[in-house]
């Protein structure tokens, strides 16, 4: 199981292995549900896809499909547009709730809410980004291998 603890900017994972910490970046726009709003949501969610199992790190991923280019500083001057960065693993977040993250226009999946990899100059430990958890490639990657489609994760305000 995984809990975000959006307060303290950090993914908890739970596993019979063990416990481990990670310093992520959610919304900078804040919590909230509604479809357009760039706000991480809330609530209780499972993981619906895992994807980008194999490729190397800092691979760009646009559409959820790998475009072939690996992160670099140089590639990110040459597409300043490109604002949230997707590299490495993508982890399609689904909501369980009814009316609250899950159907209509405030459907996570919908919303394309992923855990996923970021630049290494990515500031973590604050809000940042555009509605998703992101985090560090590294710690991404070793998330990525211990979690399984339908895990459950928990994202909560405090």
Known sequence: MITIHIASQELVLNIPKGRRMYSISSGANGTGQQNGSYQTPLGEHVIRACI???????????G???????????????????RDWVLSRILWLSGLEAGFNRHGSVDTMRRYIYIHGSPDTAEMG???????????NSDILDL?????LGMHVTILEN
Request: a positive charge.
């Open 52 to 62: 980008g199992e194999g490729l190397p790190e800092n691979a760009v991923l646009v």
């Open 64 to 82: 959820r499909r790998f475009t072939g280019e690996i992160y670099s500083s140089e590639l990110c001057s040459h597409f300043p547009e490109r």
């Open 126 to 136: 604050k809000p940042g980004s555009r509605g998703c958890i992101r985090m560090h």
């Open 144 to 148: 990525f291998p211990q979690v399984s």
